[in-house]
T-cell receptor, first 117, second 114 residues
Framework: GAVVSQHPSWVICKSGTSVKIECRSL??????MFWYRQFPKQSLMLMAT?????????EQGVEKDKFLINHASLTLSTLTVTSAHPEDSSFYIC?????????????FGDGTRLSIL | AQSVAQPEDQVNVAEGNPLTVKCTYS??????LFWYVQYPNRGLQFLLK??????LVKGSYGFEAEFNKSQTSFHLKKPSALVSDSALYFC????????????FGAGTRLAVHP
């Protein structure tokens, strides 16, 4: 089956630093990747949709300068949380879709738990 | 606007008993529906989907879901629950157009007791 790898799985860092999270599709080419944020005991909130070779599409209320997304290849998308603060602490999850995403399920990474001190 | 509702925060069931996790949806066009499961500190795993065709969809780990157009429901079911089925379950609907993003329900925590 389709595998999505997300790295790192856990990050603890000081306030003010920037953190990069990688999302890779290991055995398929992902035209579209999605970045979600999940708060404890809550559902997934879509942050942005990332397409290879083009700018990401951010959901309303998500600061694009705060959460930088790059989708440089068909197998890699990165999310950089810039100048992170404690309120950015959360569980971040990426997913990837095949070229025909309408009927294909999204395949999810295992998530990154980000803790800002 | 598309939306998904999971009316139960938690479902408790005894091992060996049948389980149902409820989901209702609202879409403006054809519904493309999905069920995912999430274990602690993990991403989501795909269970099954409804795109078209038979109303009863079979998926992974013995789960199935019944699509009911008149009731706009897509309930997840399993004939005999296992303790290992205990997890967080999400129903989702795909939004047509754009990049076909998913809208998730709030999630239902399934607790299967020995």
């Amino acid at each position: 089956g389709a595998v999505v790898s997300q790295h790192p799985s856990w990050v603890i860092c000081k306030s003010g630093t920037s953190v990069k999270i990688e999302c890779r599709s290991l055995d398929f080419q992902a035209t579209t990747m999605f970045w979600y944020r999940q708060f404890p005991k809550q559902s997934l909130m879509l942050m942005a949709t990332s397409n290879e070779g083009s700018k990401a599409t951010y959901e309303q209320g998500v600061e694009k300068d705060k959460f930088l997304i790059n989708h440089a290849s068909l197998t890699l998308s990165t999310l950089t949380v810039t100048s992170a603060h404690p309120e950015d602490s959360s569980f971040y999850i990426c997913s990837a879709s095949l070229r025909s995403p309408l009927i294909s399920p999204q395949h999810f990474g295992d998530g990154t738990r980000l803790s800002i001190l | 606007a598309q939306s998904v509702a999971q009316p139960e925060d938690q479902v408790n069931v005894a091992e060996g008993n049948p389980l149902t996790v409820k989901c209702t949806y609202s879409v403006s066009g054809n519904p493309y529906l999905f069920w995912y499961v999430q274990y602690p500190n993990r991403g989501l795993q795909f269970l099954l989907k409804y795109i078209t065709g038979d109303n009863l969809v079979k998926g992974s780990y013995g789960f199935e879901a019944e699509f009911n157009k008149s009731q706009t429901s897509f309930h997840l079911k399993k004939p005999s629950a296992l303790v290992s089925d205990s997890a967080l379950y999400f129903c989702a609907v795909r939004v047509e157009g754009g990049y076909n993003k998913l809208i998730f329900g709030a999630g239902t925590r399934l607790a299967v007791h020995p």
